[in-house]
């Protein structure tokens, strides 16, 4: 299993800081998505074939054609999991489809599309994971690979190669005004 792993603060310790420009805003502004989408202060509403809440696992269950709203962002999945602990805070989201999408908008900024076979989120370890085809777009970069990480807190995005298949990157010059 190979990896790659990029760190946006170690840009400039290597005396690239020239590039920062093209990465802050390609990196942070999709993933800003992520760790806004679940925004606890925001009413989630979830609409779903069935649902279910097993009480003694501390999760709900919704399934068939599950669409998840909150704020600006819509999650389409076959299957949604969302876990909490026992003082009722979230620990896990977990959307499984053919794929399953993630759409959304930061105020005015262009759209981000993310896609997977399966979406997890787990807040308290800020950690995103879209694995199995996985595929995000904002503007006209694309990230795309078997399975890409994101460390919120740290802020760093792991692509890792699986099988035959390679993580790709696909960056576009930025363009001064």
């Known amino acids: 299993m190979q990896s790659r792993q990029f760190k946006l603060k170690n840009l400039k310790k290597r005396g690239k800081g020239n590039t920062a420009p093209l990465f802050l805003p390609l990196f942070l502004t999709p993933f800003c998505l992520f760790a806004q989408i ?46 909490k602990n026992d003082r009722g805070q979230l620990t896990a989201i977990i959307a499984k489809g053919t794929p399953a999408t993630l759409t959304g908008k930061l105020g005015t900024a262009h759209p981000i599309h993310a896609s997977a076979q399966t979406i997890y989120y787990y807040p308290d370890q800020q950690l995103i994971t879209l694995k199995g085809k996985a595929t995000l777009i904002h503007q006209k970069d694309k990230f795309h690979g078997p399975v890409l990480n994101y460390q919120i807190d740290k802020q760093t995005i792991r692509a890792i190669r699986q099988q035959n298949e390679r993580p790709t990157f696909t960056l576009q010059p930025t363009r001064k005004k």
């Open 38 to 83: 679940f925004n606890p202060e925001l009413p989630i509403q979830i609409q779903a074939d069935s649902a279910s809440f097993e009480r003694a696992q501390h999760q709900a269950i919704h399934e068939g054609n599950v669409i998840m709203t909150q704020g600006g962002h819509t999650l389409h999945a076959e299957k949604l999991i969302m876990r």
